[in-house]
């Protein structure tokens, strides 16, 4: 009996810690409870996910493993550590660990592909276009899908939205801009399976990869006759069932496509990005107002690796004017701070040069400009939404491109390739140093550079969304025409 009172006191505790975005308090909490109860694998993840958060990747990956080797037969715990894991390992090894991880989940639930899903012929009719996620709302996939749901031909497709999500005043928004839109957020796989075999798509594609709201197994059961990726996870889901990803040159090279299970489908632009404020030009750089260069990272908490701490820590080193500001995943700013203060000493940087802001809303986050000068990105994960973000508010961002490590490592690099950046843009962690301490000394540099965020993007494919979209069209249009000749000829061999 006292153990059930205190497990519901405890659940209680969780659960008003996480209602008030106490991050850190609740991070202490679970690694209590873990100590004292070591072989509960629910209790390891959550403590693991909450470790991931404040960027403790190393510790988040052990504290998984024990809850993986304790029971072996939660998927989303397997799927969560195969992801974790493959964030930070070589593309091809990130490649077969999530090709392992696919076998698994598709021998232990049993899953069996459904047959009906043969190509009608696509001449003379609209294609029909299934896009499933869990981010049609208020969320950063916002800027990416409203572009795309508004620049359809509706004369040669028929567009279908399938939210997996929470609904709200965006999904009102997005809903607006298709003619089929179909809530499944309290579907199970099964039901989500019938729904879309139901509606005869020709092509589904995923906008969700291993993030929140996938949902990855009803692919798995091959309820379309062609599947597709696009944003969301930018790494290769290594899935059998889904053959298609959509990119583009400079994120996913050739001479890349041995690093994706997927066959790549490069458009001008991976993303086509919609800003949530237009700015014709930065606000007056605080350097001139201050005195001194203030950096900032805008990617979230969990990105902040241990790497990209030892790297700060030097700048701040090297350069004694330099400020540093970093965003927290706390709701207050006495929280924040604190949730951080521990790693900002283990690296030795300064705390009286370093100032962290709580959880900003999407209009405190695009005045950052009025208080940085430009911002550094993580590594070895880098930002992707966030450095367009800054972008849009005149934020340029030091980061590394080298393509040959993998999309999630030069996300932020691509980016900036696409808006011809390149001075911002790095080739290894000691060349991303040497260039933020070179833009640290030169004021005019950096003015110019935070001009040229606003300018550039304006006039690259990023922001081309009629450009973008109909190479998409023409995309859909060849792969479903070779698809139906290709299934034809080997039904006529039978």
Not at 434 to 457: F, M, Y
Request: overall charge neutral; some cysteine; aromatic content about 6%.
């Amino acid at each position: 009996m006292t153990n059930q009172i205190s497990s519901n006191t405890t659940l209680t505790e969780i659960k008003q810690l996480l209602t008030e975005g106490r991050q850190f308090e609740l991070l202490k909490k679970l690694e209590h409870l873990t100590f004292l109860l070591p072989n509960n694998p629910l209790l390891l993840a959550q403590c693991a996910r909450q470790l991931m958060a404040f960027g403790d990747m190393e510790s988040a990956i052990r504290r998984l493993e024990q809850a993986a080797i304790i029971d072996d037969s939660l998927i989303l715990i397997q799927e969560t550590l195969a992801c974790w894991r493959a964030n930070i390992a070589k593309p091809l090894q990130a490649k077969s660990i999530l090709e392992r991880h696919d076998e698994c989940v598709k021998r232990t639930l049993g899953i069996v592909p459904v047959t009906s899903n043969y190509l009608i012929d696509p001449r003379g009719r609209r294609i029909n276009i299934g896009y499933i996620s869990g981010d049609f709302n208020n969320h950063a996939a916002q800027f990416f899908i409203e572009p795309i749901l508004c620049n359809h031909d509706r004369s040669a497709f028929n567009i279908h939205c399938i939210m997996t999500g929470k609904s709200d005043v965006v999904t009102e928004r997005l809903k607006s801009l298709v003619e089929n839109w179909h809530d499944v957020q309290d579907f199970t796989d099964t039901e989500v399976t019938a729904k879309i075999i139901d509606l005869k798509l020709d092509v589904l594609v995923d906008l969700s990869g291993y993030t929140s709201g996938n949902r990855l197994d009803v692919f798995r059961r091959r309820v379309a006759p062609i599947q597709i990726t696009w944003f969301g996870y930018m790494q290769t889901l290594g899935m059998a069932d889904i053959e298609f990803r959509i990119t583009d040159q400079i994120l996913a090279p050739s001479g890349t496509d041995h690093f994706y299970t997927e066959q790549l489908i490069r458009l001008p632009s991976v993303y086509s990005y919609r800003p949530p404020m237009e700015r014709k030009e930065p606000p007056p750089m605080p350097w001139h107002k201050n005195g001194f260069p203030t950096v900032i990272c805008l990617n979230d908490n969990r990105k902040i690796s241990d790497t990209s701490l030892a790297i700060w820590s030097l700048l701040l080193t090297k350069n004694q004017e330099v400020r540093l500001i970093v965003i927290s995943a706390e709701r207050t700013q006495r929280y924040a701070r604190k949730s951080l203060e521990s790693r900002l000493n283990q690296f030795g940087i300064p705390l009286d040069r370093v100032k962290v802001l709580p959880r900003q809303n999407l209009v405190q986050y695009m005045e950052l400009s009025s208080v940085a000068d430009f911002a550094l990105d993580t590594i070895p994960v880098s930002g992707g939404t966030t450095t367009l973000l800054g972008l849009s508010m005149g934020l340029p961002t030091v980061c590394i491109y080298h393509p040959s490590d993998g999309p999630l490592k030069s996300l932020s690099g691509s980016i900036l390739k696409h808006i011809r950046l390149d001075q911002c843009i790095a080739d290894n962690e000691d060349d991303y140093l040497k260039l933020a301490l070179k833009l640290c000394s030169n004021a005019s540099v950096v003015g110019e550079l935070r001009t040229r965020s606003i300018t550039n993007l304006k006039a690259s494919s990023l922001t081309d969304h009629a450009a973008t979209i109909s190479e998409l069209e023409r995309q859909y249009k060849r792969i479903t025409h070779d698809r139906f000749h290709a299934t034809r000829s080997n039904n006529n061999l039978l």
